[in-house]
């Protein structure tokens, strides 16, 4: 190839210039058939250059080789795209502008979101600048799972990942064990929190009681109250299981410990905790461990304060006994319509045509007298409803006389009292005025 050529541009030249210029193509034509050899270098002169990489997508692109073939990754969500011999960046700049991971890295024109209004709120307005922020929905959707103790599994729901897409595009899909671990995150933020509040007041007090659940497992809840900077707190610290014996020395260890956890050991002025007979042996033990330190105030004289709703709640007790065979006629009243769908539909209807106010039966437990209270003021609205019932249901026996309705309407008025104090006591801000008066002392 390389002799025709230098045959065509003597060709040339002959008709142009003549045979001067014919030995010098001749000399050139031998010059660049011994520096040309080697075909790579032939190739390398004569085949097309590569594009200089001059767009801006390409900062947002690493080249990498899988399994011996080339592929541009992308930066943000690392996904790989084919890589273009030719040096086009359309489909790059396509998958640029849907890569939702760049959407919340890339600072953008902070858009308008609407903000409702609280009252210590101190813009009126309620078009402020928003950006999505990720982070920030997965802290909330930590609390809204713990808050309504919902399922972790909520977060992979089908519908809810569509009705987040749509009121936020940068929203990513959260797996279970995500949210599973953005949980525990939450706890531990907030414990933390709370520990460091704790760190301001000299003085601290505890309520704790123990609750038992449908698996038959008792639960200890331990609340700390203070005052700091003219501000009555409550803080649950502990929410755990006691394993059985239940008696006092396994509550006063596990108070103890929590105690210990808190670093309130020096701290605690007053514990309070309801009548029962273990919980007198578990004051008594707590009070002599802590006593080693000589930090409770007055000699631990005022360390065990009784529950005030509890001791209300045996006072009530001990009068509703006088009247059992009523609260039992009223009781298994409520429990009979309930115990069937057919029951309850006919209860209903009955109800309708009588044009009553429709309300559920409430069911009442036993050891709360409040719950009582509730059971017998909602049967008494209905006690010509369930006359009326008895008519359509050969099957209900329990049916309270006309004196039972006149003692329960007496017994109602007379609770409505007992019941308005017991929600005054149990209010978070009159709580532990004890504690409050006793701060002052101190």
Not at 326 to 353: G, W
Not at 412 to 431: M, P, Q
Request: aromatic share 10%; charged share 25%.
């Amino acid at each position: 190839m390389l002799i025709d050529l230098s045959e065509h541009e003597y060709n040339i030249n002959m008709e142009n210039e003549g045979n001067e210029s014919l030995n010098a193509n001749v000399e050139n034509g031998a010059n660049m058939e011994t520096n040309w050899d080697n075909l790579n270098d032939v190739r390398a002169f004569y085949g097309k250059r590569s594009r200089r990489k001059i767009s801006k997508v390409w900062d947002e692109f690493s080249e990498v080789e899988i399994n011996s073939v080339k592929k541009e990754r992308c930066k943000h969500c690392k996904a790989l795209l084919k890589f273009s011999g030719s040096g086009t960046t359309t489909q790059y700049k396509r998958h640029l502008s849907t890569c939702p991971k760049r959407k919340v890295l890339i600072p953008e024109q902070p858009q308008l979101g609407m903000h409702a209004i609280t009252p210590k709120s101190e813009n009126p307005s309620t078009l402020r600048p928003w950006k999505y922020d990720q982070t920030r929905i997965r802290e909330l959707m930590s609390h809204m799972i713990m808050v309504h103790e919902l399922p972790f599994l909520f977060a992979e729901y089908e519908v809810f990942n569509m009705l987040m897409k749509e009121a936020a595009p940068g929203f990513q899909k959260i797996s279970r064990s995500t949210l599973k671990s953005d949980c525990e995150s939450s706890y531990e933020i907030e414990k933390s929190r709370v520990a460091s509040l704790l760190k301001f007041p000299k003085r601290v007090s505890i309520t704790t009681d123990i609750w038992r659940s449908g698996q038959k497992l008792e639960y200890m809840v331990v609340t700390c109250h203070f005052v700091h900077d003219w501000t009555l707190y409550k803080r649950v610290l502990n929410f755990v299981t006691v394993p059985p014996p239940h008696n006092g020395v396994a509550v006063s260890d596990a108070l103890y410990k929590c105690l210990e956890q808190w670093g309130l050991e020096e701290k605690l002025t007053s514990v309070t905790m309801d009548n029962a007979s273990y919980n007198n042996v578990a004051v008594k033990r707590l009070n002599e461990n802590l006593s080693y330190l000589g930090k409770l105030p007055f000699e631990g004289k005022l360390f065990h304060v009784r529950c005030c709703a509890h001791i209300l709640n045996i006072l009530v007790q001990d009068g509703l006994s006088e009247i059992e065979g009523v609260i039992h006629n009223v009781r298994d009243t409520v429990k009979h319509i309930a115990a069937a769908p057919l029951r309850i539909h006919m209860f209903c209807e009955t109800v309708k045509q009588m044009r009553l106010p429709r309300k559920k039966l409430v069911m009442d437990c036993c050891t709360r007298w409040n719950s009582t209270f509730e059971m017998l003021r909602c049967a008494l609205e209905f006690k010509d409803a369930f006359l009326r019932y008895q008519e359509k249901d050969t099957s209900y026996k329990s049916l309270p006389s006309s004196d039972d309705w006149k003692m329960v309407q007496k017994v109602c008025s007379f609770l409505e009292l007992f019941n308005e104090v017991t929600h005054i006591i149990s209010g978070n801000t009159i709580l532990h005025c004890y504690f409050y008066l006793t701060y002052k002392l101190l």
